[in-house]
């Protein structure tokens, strides 16, 4: 039986931020005559490695491609592989024969024990496991390489301003937003805040939290 062609190029990572390294990876799955589909993993997930929320995350995808691809999230699921990878397959809902999985083989990124329906994996990245499981078709991205991109997220996330020309200007004005961001000690939100002043000449005033107006005085998160 002849194999079933492809149609969909799906792309997963946390995007935290999004950079031109993932943009050259969409590129190629539109090159390669595929419709893209991004998954933005760790949906479920706020801490120092994936800082922002999955929805501004997403929008920053979207502003980069617009209607051009198809966007999706994913809950990180710490006691299922074959869970995560099923509601990943579930929302997208094409047959897993049209889809081919674009990675990026990095052998830092290798799991000394994957468990999939009883099945162990060892010493594999996740996504080969997934193939070998599953019978998904993967393919090693290549063109982030030929244009000679190698910073990751986290650099950016270090100093987003000394990377900025591996950003694009919808990234780069997400993150300078961002940064004015602080922590609410009452409700535990982060948030751009208020500037709200109490004298007459608008020359002395304070930042409260736009949700429950404390004054919010630290980028750091309250603990609680």
């Known amino acids: 039986m002849a194999e079933t062609k492809a149609k969909y190029g799906v792309f997963i990572g946390r995007f935290a931020p999004f950079h031109l390294g993932h943009a050259a990876v969409i590129d190629e799955i539109i090159a390669d005559g595929l419709i893209p589909y991004v998954i933005v993993g760790s949906a479920n997930v706020l801490d120092e490695r994936t800082p922002y929320s999955v929805d501004d995350r997403a929008s920053i995808v979207k502003a ?6 198809g966007i999706r999230h994913a809950d990180d699921n710490d006691y299922s592989w074959s869970k995560w990878w099923e509601s990943i397959v579930s929302s997208l809902g094409f047959p897993l024969e049209s889809i081919v999985l674009y990675v990026n083989a990095k052998p830092v990124d290798r799991i000394p024990e994957i468990s999939i329906d009883g099945v162990i994996y060892v010493n594999m990245q996740w996504w080969e496991a997934i193939e070998s499981h599953y019978g998904v078709r993967t393919k090693q991205q290549t063109w982030a390489a030929l244009r000679g991109i190698t910073v990751s997220a986290t650099d950016i ?5 000394a990377q900025r020309h591996w950003l694009s200007k919808h990234t780069y004005r ?3 937003w961002d940064e004015r961001k602080m922590w609410c000690p009452k409700c535990c939100t ?9 004298d007459s000449d608008m020359r002395h005033g304070e ?3 736009i949700d429950c107006d404390t004054i919010m005085i630290t980028k750091e998160r309250p603990n609680g």
């Open 174 to 176: 997400f993150l300078e």
């Open 157 to 161: 996330r270090r100093d987003f301003r």
């Open 64 to 69: 980069h491609y617009g209607t051009s691809i």
């Open 207 to 209: 930042l409260v939290c």
């Open 190 to 198: 982060r948030s751009v805040p208020l500037l709200v002043h109490h």
